[in-house]
């Protein structure tokens, strides 16, 4: 049989998904698939583009499909790769360049777009967005976003709804002064009432974002080309030099409206997802409206998807979408919050039944009609949210005591809450996994979350409901989830644990990172665990290792930073921020000589010669004539360090004189993550040890604290007190013990404000300064060793280590070159 | 002008990129990377990153697959299709070596 061709324009998550219902439903034997993308990517998440604004997660891991699912499931994408025109009436799709692809089939996804509003001199004469104005909705906004935001000041985002605030919080991450721009008097006024919109408010606040709220954007200002700030509708203004929009969304008709559809606010559909005009053109997702709605959230559109497969591949021509109780769970700026139905009564009928603890962030109404659910919304504890969603969704009637459907009362919550959920509860909403779904995976002998996550996809969402599927794993093992096994392996390649692998590789005698490879892998070398298993022989072995320096990073085959252009930084030893004239006169003259595009001074109290090539690197270092920095890799990096007592008025003990001795002791040596450590002369911390990974702070009488495991980087986190000492030698022993200790058994990248976390600082103190289980000599004698094993790596500017170790590209005998007809 | 040619150029010697590792070299106006792996075998791909330009010759090797070093896109040096979700992908060329000597055709 011919099969029919089937084009589907739009490669987001509606058009993915409701080929994945077409594949599903049989479809691949009935249909030839091609798709048209207008990114140049596959299809991917959007629900999580915040995660990868605010760096938690990279862009690969919000890829759905990748290329080889298109190619295995015989579906022809054209990634970037805009539709022009559809002809209706030859039935054929038109793209950008004029090329034709015939359809039997035609589905449109094309989704929608950032709704700009009318905002004065926001558009370029050419009808784009101003520099330094963005929308925020595809993964291109997103990196561009996040560029603007590295070098912005203050930015401000228009729209205080979900999306809106997800945008502030990944700008925050960035480390810029953040404005949330709001029309209406509350935040996420579609999905919250007057109390729960001021408690979220709060947090909002809290974690630093500045809120305006009714104040009606009407012109951008610039100044010099640049984005200079916002003018209010009251006469009142915003200086800021960034601005993205999210005030919501306007759907991509445009071409349906070419093609003659009906248009209303997005294309009309009947009750199968077809247009009402055309029963060959299928519409899913944002760019459909269905009974008079549009809708922007995914558990609609995965209801759309699975109606229109069942009808498309005729294996249920009778299947209706009749529309969908919108019901939301989500996660925003760290606030759980779910909400459903209307936020407010509408006549005195409705009954209202709320509970409120502002301090603890706890909010809970129900708005009840004719003993049903008609609306709720719940803010930070959502322990009856899938209970009270699954009557709503129902419309089901509600129990007559009212209190147990805020509360677990007596009883052991998850079980009753389990038991009374229905097999086919949604539990992902961004996903559509259904309770039953989890339950058939375990039952078909996944036991564990990560098993059931990589199986069903629940939980790979926006992660708010990862928790719940974590319990309902639980629940269907019995209480007997298993662990997961290779959570605990060192690296993801060889079944062991650090501490087995330390002992396999000593008993064992492996010295280099290829003959691991060939011991425990036969031979097969996973990229990703060559700079662990680095880093772990470097620290079994010390002097003895095998150093193969294609196991490591390639910051640690040139001993510098990459940068985004392929040049690297330099940086060079200056213990304590202090250096001298003739120094800073070396300085200055390779700046001048080899044309350093950027010197800066890094927050460790150095100076950084940014920029530089690969091949430049030995000469650079030979004319600075000063030690490596480290400042590149995961290793001990620096201790920086206040002016201590020979100046300051305040000054208790010599921080510089202390600094100097850890970085002389301690330079060179590799560790788990990076190691950034500082002295303080007195508490007030001017050198802000206390959020160092070790940190040493004099005390009055002579004395010095020791701090462990504290952080200012993307996490922040003050430094336990592991000890008070009163010497330099001790200060240098027992941080030197510590830090052997977190060498052998942290895992690899974990920094150690996690690492003392996972400990506890009374193990740790029992370990390192009581040492309880009698291991300091041990750990005193392999520091000492490792430290012994250290050497200036900038030596191997005259004896490099591998061949064109400082060569990105070799040359080329023209001589060589042949044609072949 | 249409037709395919094929040429056939001598980069340099095996031994000039070190085990494990990649070099780029520059050929008929464009750049290439070329991968020694420590089992003997070569690769070659276009020399930067479909996602951000990044030096793939600088990046970590696997036994078939090399990780870009700037954001850790990983792509098989068979095929070229990005490995791990992605959908970027790689021009690969035909190399192989040839009494110590390294060969690449360009198409």
Known sequence: MLKEQLVVIGNGMAGARAVEEILAAGGAAQFEITMFGDEPYGNYNRILLSNVMNGSQDPTEIFLNSLPWYTENRIKLHAGTRVARIDRFAKVVYDQAGQGTPYDKLIIAT?????????????????????????????????????????????????????????????????????????????????????????LLDAMKALGVQVHLSKHTT?????????????????????????????????????????????????????????????????????????????????PLWE??????????????????????????????????ASMGITEPVDEEDEVVTFAE????????????????????????????GYLMQSFDRNTPLPDERLSLLFDIGAPAAKVTFDELSADAQ??????????????????????????????????????????????????????????????????????????????????????????????????????????????????WKGEYEDERDARFINDRVHGNIQKDGTFSVIPEMPGGLTNAAELRRIADVVDKYHVPLVKLTGGQRIDLVGIS??????????????????WGKSYRTCKSCIGVDYCRFGLGDSMGLAVEIERRFRGLDTPGKLKLATAGCPRNCSEALVKDVGVVAVEGGKWEIYIGGAAGSHIRKGDLL????????????????????????????????????????????????????????????????????????????????????????PVERSSVWGEP | MGRAVTARVKLGLVADIPQGEGRSYHVDARNIAVFRTRDGRVFATQAKCPHRQGPLADGLLGSDSVVCPLHEKRFDLTSGCELGGGDCSLAVYKVHVDASELWVELP
């Open chain 1, 111 to 199: 989704g929608s777009s950032a709704m700009i509003p009318p905002i004065q001199g926001i558009y370029d004469d050419d009808g784009k967005l101003k520099r330094g104005v963005f929308g925020f909705r595809t993964l291109d906004d997103c990196n561009a976003i996040v560029e603007a935001a590295r070098t912005a000041k203050v930015a401000a985002v228009i729209g205080g709804g979900l999306l809106g605030l997800e945008a502030a919080r990944g700008l925050l991450t960035h480390g810029c002064e953040v404005h949330v721009v709001h029309l209406s008097e509350r935040l996420m006024n579609q999905q919250l009432d007057g109390a729960s919109g001021a408690m």
């Open chain 1, 219 to 299: 012109a951008l200002r610039v100044e010099h080309g640049r984005v200079a700030g916002l003018d209010f509708k009251d006469g009142t203004s915003l200086p800021c030099d960034m601005v993205v929009v999210s005030a919501g969304i306007r759907p991509n008709v445009d071409l349906a409206l070419a093609a003659g559809l009906t248009v209303e606010r997005a294309i009309v559909t009947d009750n199968h997802m077809r247009s009402i005009d055309d029963h060959n053109i299928y519409v899913v997702g944002e760019c459909a409206q269905h009974r008079g709605m549009v809708y922007g959230l995914v558990a």
């Open chain 1, 304 to 337: 759309q998807a699975k109606v229109l497969a069942l009808h498309i591949t005729r294996r249920d021509t009778s299947a209706q979408y009749l529309g969908s109780r919108l019901a939301t769970k989500l996660k925003v700026m760290g606030v759980e919050l």
């Open chain 1, 358 to 385: 502002p301090k603890r962030g706890t909010y809970k109404k129900l708005i009840v009609r004719k003993g049903r659910l008609a609306g709720a919304i719940m803010l930070g504890d959502l322990s009856k949210v």
């Open chain 1, 427 to 540: 539990i992902c909403n961004c996903n559509g996994v259904s309770k039953a779904a989890i339950g058939d995976c375990v039952s078909a002998g996944k036991r564990t979350l990560k098993l059931v996550m990589g199986a069903t996809r629940a939980g790979m969402g926006c992660g708010a409901c990862k928790g719940m599927v974590s319990d309902l794993v639980d629940y269907f093992c019995g209480g007997q989830a298993e662990e997961d096994l290779t959570a605990s392996y060192y690296v993801p390649c060889i079944p062991l644990s650090k501490r087995e692998l330390i002992d396999v590789v000593r008993a064992r005698g492996l010295r280099a990172v290829s003959a691991v490879f060939d011991a425990l892998c036969d031979g097969v070398e996973d990229p990703m665990s060559k700079p662990a298993l680095a880093s772990l022989l470097a620290i079994v």
């Open chain 1, 614 to 631: 690969k091949e430049l690197l030995p000469d650079v270092w030979r004319d600075l004539a000063m030690p490596a920095g480290y400042a």
């Open chain 1, 723 to 810: 000890c008070t000492v009163d010497s330099w030698e001790a200060v240098l022993l027992l941080s030197g013990r510590f830090i052997q200790y977190y060498r052998e058994h942290a895992k690899y990248k974990e920094r150690t404000y996690v690492f003392v976390e996972r400990l506890g600082i009374e193990r740790l103190r029992a370990l390192i300064v009581d040492d309880c289980d009698g291991l300091a000599a041990e750990l005193d004698k392999a520091m000492q060793e490792s430290t012994e094993a250290t050497r200036d790596v900038w030596l191997e500017r005259d004896a490099p280590k591998t061949p064109n170790q400082f060569r990105s590209i070799l």
